[in-house]
């Protein structure tokens, strides 16, 4: 089986990018009032009731704000509603959120409300003096937080998924705006269909960052001019979306493949990394010693960027793969037919017959499972991480055992690696322990080592996770430029979240290509915005790791687990993250007008009636349940 596949998360983001490409609103407050008599109540908040917020993403900017322009077939009363001097989406959005949970019903454990993403790049419009805020779009934003009276999540977006804006395209014709790898600035690419802008995050002085800044001024000069009522419906702004470092070939590039490429090593990257080891280390000297290397100057120091196998190099301290930082991932799968009471099944993994770990079955494999549905379960895979920094030069074996019953070892494969040193020498052979007890595998066992490859070789260079330590900090380097944009609006303690997705969930990802972590901790200013799917959004992969970060709360920004649950799991699932700290769901909902779908290009993972995909329309009958059960009286 293949150890990875696309993320479940970025057809998501694919699809706001699509169907969000300008964030605007669309409406008529009058007609919203005679279509909706009730929808003038004030909506109860989570920040006055404690209740978690569920923040729904709905597709009414295309399907309302882009109607006329796009010649979509909107019914005659919501064409109305979306054009107009005093158009917004708002409208649409409480004709959505109402067909989940009718207006004037008890009180429930949760607050409805809606997020509503603005794409920062498709609020441009080219002028005689050049490109300048599309001042209409931004007023049918406002209009749209002004005319819905439920609270709202604002997503400020403006990631490497493209919203199709025509000055993207013209952005994308200067270097400076891109990312780079060592063989230059990445070219657009696409990931299933849409189009994926590899943009620099290795410095804010570009056009690129200038745009994203002046957008982001002119909506949050325009929320708030706002009355304070209205201004008080925002609960959380969000920032950017999905920000991380690239790579070539996005849609099949996650993974553990050759050739290593990676982000950036741009002129303004390669100066911002010496400036990084000179604050580090002080001096060459230091340095020096804590690589084996016998560098003249900072200056002198390259990020690594080529293979020891297939390149020549003029150092050692020049070789990089998705293994050089001195981690080797040993992953797989397992099918373990489920059984009431069972324990959770575990891989024991052994070095040379020294025991070193065991791992959890339980990462999301939805490759496996959309190879193999009879199974009926993706929570398959299960990955360890090994340490080799310190070990000796030599051959090992890796053993690979499944224990579904306690005490109950049964073999699953073994792979032949080598830990090589920098003179390439052949490895000498190690002494081997024996093994444990264990029992042959029956015959219908499914399972497999995807990592590591038989006869593979590993090499450690310190250089490395300096390296991808710099790259993260660039993450968080922009992050936080961005959060200052926004603290100088009215909005400022308002809370602001990352929107960041979790590579450590999925096994077959190398997560060093997306330089990630360091922005997945505690920030200065910015509370943790995760997006989770599969069991990330209900089992014990996230939650373990959360209890680890000392984050103090938290924002759900995209949210699917990747099956049908019925009402009392939905229930358990939401609960678990109130517990936690979560302060807001968000997850994607189609916009519905009188009951029925409004026509545009469906988001695959949206709860909704009509869609079967992922359990989807189980889970919006389950949300629909739990808003409209009323909260049990003490």
């Not at 002004?146 to 604002?154: A, C, E, S, V």
Request: proline share 8%.
């Amino acid at each position: 089986m293949p150890s990875s596949i696309a993320p479940c998360k970025t057809r998501l983001a694919i699809a706001l990018a699509a169907c969000a490409v300008l964030a605007a609103g669309a409406g008529g407050l009058a007609l919203w009032q005679s279509q909706f008599p009730h929808a003038m109540h004030s909506a109860r908040s989570a920040s006055s009731t404690g209740a978690l917020l569920l923040a729904p993403m709905i597709g009414v900017i295309d399907s309302c704000v882009l109607a006329p322009n796009a010649g979509a077939a909107l019914p005659p009363d919501l064409q109305a509603a979306c054009t107009g001097p005093e158009g917004s989406a708002a409208a649409l959005l409480e004709a959505t959120l109402s067909a989940l949970q009718p207006r004037g019903g008890a009180a429930t454990a949760y607050t409805l409300g809606y997020t509503l993403p603005v794409p920062l790049l498709a609020l441009f419009r080219r002028s005689a003096d050049g490109w300048a805020i599309d001042q209409d779009t931004v007023d049918k934003l406002v209009r749209t937080v002004r005319d819905t009276d439920r609270p709202l999540i604002l997503y400020l977006f403006a990631t490497h998924f493209a919203s199709d804006a025509a000055l993207e395209k013209e952005l994308a014709q200067d270097p400076a705006n891109l990312a780079q790898t060592r063989d230059g600035p990445l070219a657009p690419s696409r990931y299933y269909g849409s189009v994926i802008h590899n943009w620099s995050l290795a410095s804010t002085e570009n056009e690129l960052t200038a745009r994203r800044v002046q957008a982001t001024q002119a909506v949050l000069q325009a929320m708030c001019r706002l009355p304070a009522k209205d201004i008080a419906k925002i609960k959380g702004v969000t920032l950017l979306g999905e920000l991380h470092q690239l790579f070539p070939d996005f849609e099949a590039g996650m993974g553990f493949g050759t050739p290593y490429r990676i982000t950036d090593y741009s002129p303004t990257s390669v100066a911002g990394f010496q400036r990084f080891l000179q604050q580090e280390f002080g001096r060459i000297e230091q340095l020096n010693r804590v690589l084996g290397a016998d560098y003249a100057a900072f200056e002198a120091v390259q990020p690594p960027s080529r293979d020891i196998r297939t390149e020549p190099l003029q150092r050692f301290t020049e070789h990089i793969d998705s293994f050089a930082h001195g981690s080797l991932p040993i992953s797989g799968w397992a099918y373990v037919k489920p059984t009431q009471g069972a324990t959770p099944a575990w891989v024991h993994i052994y070095r040379n017959g020294i025991f070193v770990g065991k791992t959890p079955v339980n990462q999301g494999r939805q490759d496996v499972l959309a190879a193999q549905p009879e199974l009926g379960d993706a929570n398959t895979g299960c990955r360890l991480d090994m340490d080799f920094r310190r070990l000796p030069v030599g051959q090992y074996r890796i053993d690979a055992f499944l224990e579904a019953t306690p005490g109950r070892l049964t073999p699953l494969g073994t792979r032949h690696i080598a830990l090589m040193g920098r003179d390439q020498s052949a490895p000498p052979a190690l002494a081997q322990k024996p093994l444990p007890a264990s029992v042959p595998a029956e015959a219908a066992l499914q399972a497999h080592i995807d990592l590591p490859a038989e006869q593979s070789s590993y090499y450690y260079n310190p250089l490395v996770p300096l390296w991808h330590r710099f790259r993260q900090q660039q993450v968080v380097d922009y992050l936080q430029f961005m959060n200052g944009v926004a603290n100088q609006s009215c909005l400022a303690n308002t809370p602001h979240y990352t929107h960041q997705i979790i590579p450590f969930s999925n096994p077959g990802w190398d997560a060093n290509k997306y330089a990630i972590e360091a922005s997945l901790q505690p920030l200065q200013g910015i509370r943790l915005g995760v997006s989770l799917y599969g069991n990330a959004a209900y089992g014990a992969v996230f939650s373990r790791w959360y209890g680890q970060t000392g984050h103090a709360g938290y924002g759900v920004t995209e949210f699917h687990p990747l099956k049908a649950m019925d009402a009392p799991a939905v229930q358990q699932m939401l609960g678990q993250h109130v517990q936690r700290g979560a302060e807001f769901v968000s997850f994607f909902l189609e916009p519905r007008w009188h009951g029925t779908l409004v026509e545009r290009g469906h988001n695959t993972f949206s709860f909704g009636p009509e869609n079967a995909q992922f359990g989807s329309a189980a889970l919006y009958q389950a949300v629909q349940q739990v808003l409209t059960t009323p909260v049990a009286k003490p």
